[in-house]
Structure formats: C-alpha cells, structure tokens
C-alpha cells in the first residue's frame, strides 16, 4: 500500500492511497447425514472442497477545506473490495448462535465497493457539529438472505441463504453539542439514518438499523464546597420503526428508551474512588432490537436494569 498527504495551501489539504491486496480460501470438504428416529437417512449437509485466490486493489481520495475560523469541509471518494468469509462460502447448517440454517455459496466472488462521503464541521465557544453524508455502490455486495423456504432439519426454522446482488447504500448522521451554564451543562443530540436498495430486486436489504434519533445532557455540580464534583447524565433515544424490509422478513415497531445515572469521586486516604449509579430502560420499555437475533425468537431486549458500580484504579510502576 501507499499513502500520502500534501497541504496544498493555507486551506487545502490533499490524501490519497492505493493498496493491493490478495487473498485465499481454502477449505475440506465435509459431508454429515441428518438421520431420522427410525435410523434412516433423511437429509444430508454437504460443504465443497474449496481453493480460491482473491486479487484486488482499493484506493482513495481525500479532501479537507477550510472554509472560515469555524468550518470545515471534508470529501472522500475511494474504491473498495471484500474478500468472502469461508462461511459465506460453505456454510451448511443450524448456526446455534443466530437460530437459522444458514447455507454458504462457493460460486460467491469478491465484493466491490464505489464510496462518496462528504463531512462538514463547525465549532465555537458554545457549540460544535458535525454532519457527514454517503452514497455508496457495491457491486456483487454479500448478504444472508431469507428464502422463503423451511430448513429440513428440526427446529432451525427458515433456510438462509448467502447470495450476491448489486446495492446502493446512502444516507446521513449528525451530531450536535451546545454547552450552558458556563460549560456545566453539555447538551449532546444526534440521529442517523440508513436507506439501501438491492437493484437486482428492488427491495430493501435485509438487518437494516432502522432510523434513530437521541439527545444526552449532562450537568456537573457541586452539593458544597468540600464535596466532590458529580455528574448527572440521561440519554432520551427514539429508534423509528423499520418497515423498510426484505421479502420474508418481519418489520420491527419502533420505541422509545430512556436512561439516566449520576456519577463522581471521593478519596479512601491516597486512593481514589470512582462510583456510579445507572438506570438503564427506566420505563422498562418492552422492545425488540431489528439487528438482534433474538428477535425472531420474538425475545425482546433487557428491561429496567439498575447498576451500581466502584471503579478503583491502581497504578505501580515495574522497574
């Protein structure tokens, strides 16, 4: 690979890289019976022998402008590639940590990716943003797919299965902190949002995150004089619901979290202590995550969770 970097002028400044990669998947293959109570065979699950060699390149082009005291603007546009994972490639079989069948493709290529992202930036004494915007194009882009058809093997529910289409990624996230009260209170909101379509078949790609948007504050005080300083925070997120899905696959509803804790230090003779106190889902919301596994269990996340914690840190020196 090679990267370099050149400040064009006082507001300009320049990076790019190339890089070559090569790659190899090299698998056994593997043949297990699926037998029946009455010890005949039913099923069996086959994996190919597999010998294959990747070589691709992916390169960048950045760039960062100054437009004032506060702003910034930065561009990138880059080629990437992806080599297959083996289980993407010869997987055949009940994937007990995700609770489906999943079945691999060995006729599965590299995926190659065309990126165009643009940031800006701007701060004061008060505040700071960020918003940044992509478009994305991959071509042969590599997704486990639902197919629609029933897994012959007991309880693993659907078959899915890895495949390859065209795809375009885009969309937008931004970040907001405004400081009050003399920088005593921090004010952080921010959201995301993600839209894909796969041109092959005109419809969404499947485990989408669906849209969500937050706001955080946090206040430092004092009870007195001669007690430390504590922090009080809380974080207030509404996820929207994802109803922008795959064939086969389920919509998830939207929710609302809230969470709060407050936090601070006090000395045990030398040592410092660190204590915290946390209220997670304070409305023990019952909520599914759409990029869980659990949700086609229909289990949903954790409720009203309290922590209490002590952090003490040490520090020696080995000589």
Avoid: C
């Avoid at 370099?4 to 990669?21: F, P, S, T, V």
């Amino acid at each position: 690979f090679h990267i370099r970097e050149k400040q064009w002028n006082d507001q300009i400044m320049i990076n790019g890289g190339a890089r070559l990669d090569w790659g190899r998947n090299v698998t056994t293959p593997f043949t297990q019976y699926v037998w029946s109570s009455q010890e005949t065979i039913t099923d069996s699950l086959t994996a190919p022998l597999l010998d294959q060699d990747y070589i691709n390149f992916s390169a960048s082009l950045g760039t960062a402008l100054e437009l004032d005291d506060k702003w910034e603007l930065r561009t990138n546009i880059g080629k990437s590639f992806r080599v297959p994972y083996p289980s993407e490639l010869v997987s055949n079989g009940i994937h007990h940590g995700t609770f489906r069948h999943e079945k691999g493709d060995p006729e599965i290529g590299s995926e190659h990716g065309y990126q165009l992202d643009g940031s800006i930036y701007g701060s004061s004494t008060y505040w700071n943003l960020e918003w940044n915007v992509f478009f994305h194009y991959f071509d042969n882009y590599i997704y486990l797919a639902p197919s629609g058809q029933f897994s012959t093997l007991p309880e693993a529910g659907q078959l899915w299965v890895y495949q390859q289409d065209n795809a375009i990624f885009t969309g937008f996230e931004w970040l907001l902190n405004t400081y009050w009260v003399d920088n005593k209170l921090l004010v952080q909101s921010g959201g995301e949002y993600l839209w894909n379509l796969n041109t092959e078949s005109g419809l969404p790609l499947p485990f989408s995150p669906p849209p969500r948007t937050w706001i955080h504050p946090e206040y430092k005080f004092q009870l007195a004089s001669w007690v430390p300083e504590i922090s009080w925070s809380a974080r207030l997120e509404y996820t929207f619901p994802q109803n922008r899905v795959d064939r086969n696959e389920r919509t998830t509803p939207g929710y609302f979290l809230g969470n709060t804790g407050v936090s601070g230090q006090f000395k045990w003779g030398n040592q410092k202590l660190y204590w915290q106190i946390q209220a997670q889902n304070l409305l023990d919301t019952r909520y599914l995550n759409h990029l869980s596994r659990y949700r086609l269990l229909d289990l949903p996340e954790q409720g009203r969770n309290i922590i209490i914690s002590l952090h003490v840190p040490f520090d020696w020196h080995v000589h």
